[in-house]
């Protein structure tokens, strides 16, 4: 199933921050967004003009989607008064969520998002109950009732003073003390050529208190004018990366990852305005539109079923010079046979795919061309028919020589089948199949520097299998 993540936060009529932002990154990312509003903004890249509360309604909006869906991770963003801040409470403890807080109590340009004084209620009610708080170096500077400013990466003790303070607010209850959690000072500090956030990662176990730091680092670059979003987008971002299955640390590792790729990527709005561009660039959008090619012969061509492993099957295409899954597109929830056809289950995103990802990420390794791998059916007659009636060149992968150390490691499978074929063959055939083992359904995998020559390939497949 698709990951969910609800995002809790104010509508934002730019869609640069807000429950627009959070939509557009937890989309971008690979999960499927939920959404309660819990106010009405009136504001602008650049001004502010006020606010609706709709805490008369959040309850029923909570009410209807977590009552109907199997939903754990909740970002939370605007939360403009006490009564919201209630039925947030309440939503938590009732459904057990792992909330990710970015305790916003101003916007961009410097007005109150909120009733005045709520954040000690805030700090009171909802910190103790969530994974991740992801204060700015204001707010952290409040909640830690201590004065930061011009810190440097040579001198942050002081940052470190203040996370160590905020992080023990979020162990009040004792009944989930020994739940990890963190807390990010986003900007935090500065020096010459960049700026750094601070991360506090915490676990409490028998009262023995333990604190790890880590410092993300990125080019500090001169703007002028205002960026609007950029908190709705940092932690909504590590919602959805917990949501994957990643684990604390590494969601965060994954956000800064994220955040740094697309913060030099701004939609420039009148009155010096910006916000951050999370739409996909030339190069993915024609990524994209190779997979669906060729996704669009497979499943218009009934006769392609018999190549539909048990396992399903994917299509995966990636940058020009990827080197991580993030940057390999695939068919989400992969293909399947639906009346006879070969069916996709989902659409064509970025970071979707995982063997045929990494299938890709090896190749490239050694051959910088090879863009597109599939994964088939493997029988042993249609590898017998492939290599006496067509030219294609095929290398037959024997997982019983693999070396012990590598055989429960899928990664490096990947990579030793692919350095096994170039130095057996000189070169990344078309075609890598292997019989399967214990656990492993024998397969077929192709590859390709294009959609075209993807697709010529598989013609060839499917008309040597098809004759009998």
């Known amino acids: ?125 909802i910190f103790p109950l969530v994974t991740v708080l992801t204060p700015n170096l204001n707010e952290a500077s409040y909640y830690a009732n201590k004065e930061l400013k011009n810190i440097t990466s040579d001198d942050f003790r002081s940052l470190k003073d203040a996370a160590e303070i905020i992080i023990r607010k979020m162990y009040v209850d004792q009944e ?61 971002a590590i919602t959805a990366y917990l949501s994957l299955g990643n684990p604390l640390i590494t969601s965060i590792e994954k956000t800064e990852a994220f955040f740094n790729r697309n913060f030099l990527k701004f939609i420039e709005l009148p009155q010096m305005g910006k916000i951050l561009d999370l739409t996909l660039e030339t190069e993915q959008i024609e990524v994209i539109n190779q997979i669906k090619e060729i996704y669009n012969y497979v499943s218009n061509n009934t006769k392609f079923r018999k190549l539909i492993p048990e396992v399903r099957m994917n299509i995966s295409g990636s940058l020009p010079n990827a080197t991580s899954k993030e940057e390999v597109a695939g068919i989400e929830g992969r293909i399947t046979i639906i009346g006879g056809y070969p069916h996709a289950s989902g659409d064509v995103k970025f970071n979707v795919s995982d063997h045929t990802a990494r299938l890709i990420l090896s190749a490239k390794e050694f051959d910088n061309s090879i863009n597109f791998v599939t994964n088939l059916r493997y029988k042993d007659k249609y590898v017998k028919r492939i290599q006496e009636e067509t030219n294609l060149k095929t290398f037959e992968f024997l997982r019983q020589s693999q070396p012990d150390a590598i055989k429960h490691e899928e990664r490096s499978t990947m990579r030793w089948l692919i350095e096994e074929s170039i130095n057996k063959m000189g070169e990344i055939p078309d075609l890598i199949w292997d019989k399967g083992s214990i656990g492993k359904e024998p397969m077929i995998r192709l590859f390709s520097k294009t959609s075209k020559d993807m697709i010529e390939k598989l013609i060839k497949i499917v008309n040597v299998i098809n004759n009998e």
Not at 3 to 13: E, K, R, V, Y
Not at 35 to 57: H, M, P, R, V, W
Not at 184 to 206: A, E, M, P, R, Y
């Open 1 to 125: 199933m698709k990951p969910f993540c609800l995002t809790i936060a104010g509508s934002d009529p730019t869609s640069g921050a807000g429950i627009q932002a959070d939509i557009r990154t937890f989309d971008r990312i690979g999960v499927h967004p939920f959404s309660a509003i819990t106010a009405i903004t009136y504001q602008t890249a650049t001004d502010f003009y006020g606010f609706k509360s709709l805490s008369e309604e959040l309850g029923e909006q909570l009410d209807a989607i977590l009552n109907s869906y199997p939903i754990k991770y909740v970002k939370i963003g605007m939360i403009p008064d006490n009564k919201s801040l209630d039925i947030i409470k309440n939503a938590i403890l009732t459904h057990n969520l792992i909330a990710v807080l970015d305790p916003v109590n101003t916007s961009s340009v410097g007005e109150r998002l909120s009733s005045e004084g709520l954040e000690i209620e805030i700090e009171r009610d």
């Open 176 to 236: 989930i003390s020994k739940i990890q959690k963190a807390i990010v000072i986003k900007s935090g500090g500065k020096d010459q050529n960049s700026i750094f956030d601070l991360v506090c990662l915490s676990k409490l176990t028998n009262s023995k208190e333990i604190l790890d730091f880590k410092i993300f680092k990125k080019r500090k670059i001169s703007l002028q004018g205002n960026v609007h979003g950029t908190g709705c987008v940092f932690s909504s």
